[in-house]
């Protein structure tokens, strides 16, 4: 955490808190904040293009699972034994595989097929493995204009979203509203974790 506070005091490369245009890439700040703050034990990420982010959160968490369906994912994972590891898979046979195996998830980011139904399948498909009080990170969530809701870009997943709002029994959501959107979600039954 002093790392990400340390920079607040020296200049830095432009990004959200440095720039008046803010990066589309603001996100990746916002969630290794939460990381540093949060440490969680299992970090899982769905969808990982180049791996930037979750190479930025290799400090913070003492496993992390990066789930990709395209193996070229994997060239840019720093690997860092007994901590990172590469999974390719579609997210489906992930879950499936959890139901076997299962491993509680502290932090689970949501960045793979953007289509309504994909993103509602793997909150869903992941969701018992989370932790309580785990934090469940959804991106593409607040696309600034239609032409971002193309299936290249943010597609719906903004839909998913409405959704997933309507019934907050066992978890409470929001979305910054700032494009490509990001949406926290924290799975609680009680407001206090003690």
């Not at 955490?1 to 340390?6: E, G, P, T």
């Not at 990381?35 to 791996?51: F, I, K, N």
């Not at 193309?150 to 979203?161: E, T």
């Not at 309507?166 to 003690?194: A, V």
Request: aromatic residues 10%.
């Amino acid at each position: 955490m002093l790392r990400i506070l340390s920079r607040f005091k020296k200049p830095v490369e432009p990004s959200a808190k440095t720039s008046k245009d803010v990066p589309e890439n603001w996100h990746e700040e916002v969630i290794e904040l939460l990381a540093a703050v949060m440490r969680p034990g299992v970090y899982v990420e769905l969808g990982l293009y180049e791996c930037a982010l979750f190479n930025k959160l290799i400090p913070y968490a003492e496993k992390l699972i990066g789930l990709d369906m395209k193996p070229d994912a994997e060239k840019f994972m720093k690997h860092v034994p007994g901590k990172t590891e590469f999974v390719c898979s579609t997210t489906d046979d992930f879950a499936e595989k959890l139901k076997k195996n299962p491993i509680q998830i502290d932090m689970l980011f949501i960045d793979a097929d953007h289509a309504k139904e994909a993103v509602l399948k793997d909150f869903y498909n992941f969701f018992p493995f989370v932790a309580p009080h785990g934090l469940i990170l959804l991106h593409d969530s607040h696309p600034k204009n239609l032409q971002y809701t193309d299936p290249g870009y943010c597609n719906d997943a903004y839909k998913a979203i409405e959704q997933l709002g309507k019934d907050t029994s066992t978890y409470e959501i929001m979305t910054i509203p700032k494009h490509p959107g990001l949406t926290l979600c924290r799975k609680r039954i009680t407001q206090l974790s003690w």
